[in-house]
């Protein structure tokens, strides 16, 4: 134990806390943890399992007579705790008179007194909007203009650090909006598509088509794409590629995760005639005009490796990103760069705060396009195209790659889950048990990912845990970026020394040196899965678990070539998918773009 860690610990003990909480309080309150707690004991609502009932009463213990309810320090630790909550369920920044009728519900008599003590606390920031009119001046006769009247601003309050990097994000889209010209004229690209297509020996549809020229015209484009265009969405990068070269711009693709980085280089393979796109050779084509190399890197892999500045910028599963993220990869793009974000639009919102791809097409800053694949749908395509609609149907296929599995029971569910991932699919589908991700619709209880991942662990890799509940050869799945990993990413443990060394999807290894960082990873919640791809995934809803249909859709398009649906829901899966979708957001950032 660390002596910051100590001297928490002492200070809990003092307030009748738990002295388990004082690692992650050290963590939580900077440099003097154990002075600033001491100063202020409601700073214990910093971490999420603290209730305000627990932090008044720590602070009566602490405080005595000095623990008022009006207390400055209780104010504004009241407001930081409820955005903070906010940012939890994926909102940015939440405008003042909402905020101020919430923090009113927790008993506060004066919520403008409690918003203003939180910014003076530094537990919220405070933004203001204001809309312009779009109208043009009108005239009077002597020719001066009559100046309109703006509405007073929108306030809006926000944690500090979401706040921030979401404005962030949307002055560096902006830095690229009004940067940036067009990589090559309408003439040129469409001779180089045709040009790309006849070497690499395949068609694109005429929507990727007009997405590709949209991309080389402007600056930030959105391109969707549905569960069924993987390798639509493959073509449309070796064509970007070729833009690339033949403009001298250079390019990069990258993807939010290491498994979804090697998912779309083995799809780039596929498209390219069964070659390593990385070699740049081609399939079919003349020999002697070869591509430009084209690879996907993880996001992690790439901000750690500085690389060359790249013309053109592509992001694969954008949905799965929210405004921090996000902000990090467009700081790395030159001003001149041309960003493209691929997008299927029927996936859940981000696990982090933001709504950045609907954000950017809706603020009509940016281009919104389409890919489109022409070709006959899978199995796996039909259902997760269902699920889009709201609909679960029968699916036929005949290689199996949709299984629905029934369950009675929890219990039930949970052995069916161990079942495929350990026999019937290796043995069945010849995908290895490695190469199969279990996708849980919840955390606790008999099937959800926790008791999952110590069955799996008990079948796959038995041990004692002897590295903090972990043992060389454990599958995990890292819950913060460090050098070359970021959140979601997968992988296996391979060595402790000075810190844990994992080696994630694709082969690489890296050194991750927090422990709280390291999660088991043979069953994951839906929101870590979230920017991940696997080729075969066991997804499992047990009963009474809440059903969303873009949850469903998600977990189903984790998957690349095989889903099973561990089904104990009795009905409420198929009821989830029609009637429930996601909850709204509340963001700034498509204001801050048309303010821009």
């Known amino acids: 134990m660390s002596e910051a860690v100590e001297k928490v610990s002492a200070v809990l003990g003092r307030m009748g806390a738990p002295s388990a909480l004082a690692p992650r309080l050290a963590a939580a309150l900077g440099p003097q943890p154990a002075a600033e707690l001491d100063a202020n004991p409601w700073l214990l609502l910093r971490l999420p399992a ?36 906010a940012a939890r369920r994926g ?22 007194a409690a918003l203003e003590a939180a910014v003076a606390a530094e537990e919220a920031a405070l933004f203001e909007s204001t809309d312009e009119p779009d109208d043009d001046f009108d005239f009077e006769e002597g020719g001066v203009p009559e100046v309109p009247d703006l509405p007073d601003p929108e306030r809006f309050y ?54 590709l020229l949209t991309a080389t015209l402007r600056p930030v484009t959105v391109v969707h794409h549905g569960p069924g265009d993987r390798d639509e969405t493959a ?17 990069a693709v990258v993807a939010p995760t290491a498994q979804t980085a090697a998912a779309v280089n083995a799809d780039l393979a596929r498209v390219t005639g069964g070659e390593d796109p990385e070699s740049g050779q081609a399939g079919e084509g003349d ?25 053109l910028v592509v992001l694969h599963e954008s949905m799965s990103l929210g405004v921090a993220r996000t902000a990090d990869l467009v700081a790395t793009c030159t001003d001149d760069a041309h960003l493209v974000l691929l997008a299927d639009p029927d996936q859940a919102p981000s696990a982090t705060p933001g709504r950045v791809v609907a954000d950017v097409a809706a603020s009509r800053t940016a281009h919104v396009a389409a890919v489109a694949d022409e070709a006959e749908p899978s199995p796996l395509t039909v259902l997760a195209r269902a699920a889009a609609g709201g609909g679960w149907p029968e699916v036929e296929a005949p290689d199996r790659e ?6 009675s029971s929890a219990e039930e569910a949970a052995h069916r889950v161990v079942q495929l991932v350990t026999d019937s699919i290796p043995r069945a589908l010849g995908i290895d048990a490695d190469q199969v991700q279990v996708v849980a619709a919840r955390e606790d209880g008999p099937a959800g990912a926790r008791a999952l991942n110590a069955a799996c662990k008990e079948r796959l890799n038995p041990g004692p845990g002897a590295h903090g509940g972990f043992d060389v050869g454990d599958r995990v799945v890292l819950a913060a970026e ?65 059903v969303s249909r873009p949850q469903v859709y998600t977990a189903l398009t984790r998957a690349t ?36």
């Open 287 to 311: 020999p002697g005009e070869e591509p430009a190399p084209v690879r996907a890197v993880s996001l992690a892999e790439l901000l750690a490796a500085e690389p060359a500045p790249a013309g």
């Open 235 to 251: 073509r449309t990068l070796v064509c970007l590629a070729a833009i690339a070269r033949e403009s001298r711009v250079g390019i």
């Open 402 to 407: 949709v299984v629905r599995v029934p369950a």
């Open 50 to 85: 603290v209730t305000v009932e627990q932090a008044d009463y720590c602070a009566r213990r602490h405080l005595g007579e000095a623990a008022r309810p009006d207390d400055p320090r209780r104010l504004g630790a009241l407001v930081g705790h409820t955005l903070r909550t």
């Open 482 to 546: 460090g050098p070359g990993y970021g959140p979601g990413d997968t992988g296996y443990l391979r060595a402790v020394s000075e810190g844990a060394v994992v080696e994630l999807t694709g082969g690489s290894r890296v050194t991750v040196h927090d422990p709280a960082a390291l999660r088991p990873g043979w069953a994951v919640g839906v929101a870590a899965a979230h920017g991940g791809c696997w080729p075969a995934v066991v997804t499992v809803f047990p009963p009474r678990v809440p």
């Open 91 to 112: 909102h940015t920044a939440i405008e003042e008179k909402r905020l101020a009728a919430v923090v009113g519900q927790l008993g506060v008599a004066d919520p403008r």
């Open 158 to 211: 926000a944690s500090p650090e979401v706040g921030r990097a979401e404005q962030r994000l949307g002055e560096e889209l902006l830095r690229l909006i009004g940067g940036s010209e067009p990589i090559m004229d309408p003439v040129t690209a469409a001779e180089t598509l045709e040009a790309a297509t006849s070497r690499g020996g395949f068609e694109i549809s005429d929507t990727t088509r007009e997405a």
């Open 561 to 596: 070539r095989h889903v099973s649906v561990v089904d104990a829901t009795d009905g409420a899966l198929e009821a989830g998918v029609r009637e429930t979708l996601a909850p709204e957001r509340t963001t700034r950032l498509a204001l801050i773009l048309r303010e821009g």
